[in-house]
């Protein structure tokens, strides 16, 4: 709550600072503004950089660095057989002093309860020294930029120049973040397979990962062939592309080629809702409602459905992708010049015509790339297979049985305490390094038959 205030403050003092400096700028200019080399405005925001980023570099070196300093103070305040204790049980002990100078536990130990004193007076102390820092260093950053505001000033070049080093920053930032997790993923796939033969985790057709703690424990034969996860994976995802696509490409032909604009202007935000719907409750829907559906109807027919099945999951899965799928297949229906639609029209084409043979054959390749980026969506998808699929491994082909995927193996191995240098843990960084690498695989593919689609029409 003081972090948000003090947030709050400075950026109110920031937006005074970009007043003062429009401000300032008009008034050296005189109320000519055409003698500045740009706009007022770009001077209220370079006084406004000169406001924010010291200042927010002081805040956010101290929330990172604040909790390492009140370890070191805290701990090096303890009595000396305290601080003569094994690393991992000083540890322990200082998680006790945080928790109670935070009000979330108690203790009966003198000690601990002096050093839970002291961490809340260092922090309650070293708290509005940092505040009055950050809003000195705000206020000495403004009154600079105020300073630095002249008809010689190029506001605009500096504060371009800013924003791309911000740009840089943060693109860089998102490049390393994405390598860390292929590399945490790589690494940890590696001791994995340092285990289990590669061959074995691929083709193997015995998903059991529950390994023997004990040599004498009964039910843990340690099997890791995927196959049968890759396969429940690939039904699942095969179902919810043939709910998904077909309904979502007609929603796009419709709302691209027949529905009047006031229509359009309804269905689309309408259609789009079914994306913003939490997946959980996605998942509620399939095992509360369409499975038992599902289970009626098969008895009805005599057939045998499973209470969680793979049709239900899928189904469910692909109403949750028509919004992707026909959000990307109306644009690139849309996207068709429309030279081609009346060149077809002046040969005599009718629209249902023009529609089959120009419109949605120029459409094509885009209509392609939504379609695997949708494919790569549904493959990732955790949450309504663990609901409505279950967790069984089986190599089938029934879409009435149950059957598990590779996100749900991934739950269901890092759940709880693990440790990590088993196979059963590790297993699960493999998984994860092959999801990474098959939806990988599908968007590169996508992008690059979107781009040949652009190519082609811009």
Wanted: hydrophobic share 55%; aromatic share 8%; with cysteine.
């Amino acid at each position: 709550m003081q972090v948000l205030l003090l947030i709050v403050v400075l950026l109110g003092l920031t937006a005074v600072g970009f007043r003062l400096g429009r401000g300032r700028a008009i008034t050296v200019a005189r109320g000519a503004t055409r003698r500045l080399p740009a706009l007022p405005r770009y001077y209220g925001w370079y006084v406004m950089l000169w406001c924010l980023l010291p200042a927010a570099a002081i805040l956010g070196t101290w929330l990172a660095a604040e909790p390492s300093v009140l370890k070191v103070l805290v701990l090096g305040a303890l009595p000396a057989d305290l601080q003569a204790l094994p690393e991992a049980p000083l540890n322990l002990l200082y998680n006790d002093i945080r928790n109670v100078a935070l009000g979330h536990g108690t203790t009966e130990d003198p000690a601990v309860a002096a050093a839970a004193a002291h961490f809340a007076a260092l922090r309650a102390s070293a708290w509005p020294i940092m505040a009055a820092v950050s809003v000195a260093v705000l206020l000495a950053g403004g009154a600079f930029g105020l300073r630095m505001v002249g008809p010689r000033l190029r506001a605009r070049h500096a504060v371009e120049s800013v924003v791309t080093v911000l740009l840089l920053i943060s693109s860089t930032i998102a490049v390393f973040t994405t390598l860390g997790i292929v590399l945490s993923l790589l690494f940890e796939a590696i001791r994995f397979f340092r285990l289990v033969p590669p061959g074995e985790f691929l083709f193997g057709l015995q998903w059991s990962p529950q390994t023997a703690i004990r040599a004498d424990q009964v039910g843990s034969s340690g099997s890791f062939g995927a196959a049968p996860v890759f396969a429940g994976t690939a039904l699942i995802s095969v179902i919810a592309m043939a709910v998904a696509t077909p309904i979502g490409l007609f929603a796009a032909i419709y709302m691209a080629e027949y529905a009047p604009r006031r229509v359009r202007a309804i269905l689309k935000p309408v259609l789009e809702i079914l994306a913003g719907i939490p997946t959980v409750v996605y998942g509620f829907f399939a095992a509360l409602t369409v499975a038992p559906f599902l289970r009626d109807i098969g008895a009805g027919l005599g057939l045998d459905v499973a209470s969680e099945s793979a049709l239900a999951a899928g189904a469910v899965m692909g109403i949750m992708i028509i919004p992707f799928v026909s959000s990307l297949a109306d644009d690139a229906i849309a996207a068709v010049p429309r030279s081609l639609r009346e060149g077809a029209y002046g040969l005599g084409a009718t629209q249902s015509e023009t529609i089959r043979q120009v419109v949605l054959p120029a459409a094509l390749p885009g209509i392609v790339g939504g379609v695997l980026l949708a494919v790569s969506r549904a493959i990732g998808e955790t949450m309504i297979v663990v609901m409505a699929a279950g967790l069984a491994a089986k190599l089938t082909a029934n879409p009435l049985e149950a059957v598990t995927t590779v996100t749900v193996q991934i739950v269901t191995l890092l759940t709880g305490d693990q440790e990590f240098d088993s196979a059963k843990t590790l297993a699960a960084f493999a998984l994860g390094m092959m999801l990474f690498l098959v939806t990988l695989v599908l968007n590169v593919i996508a992008l690059y038959v979107v781009r040949r689609y652009r190519e082609q029409y811009e």
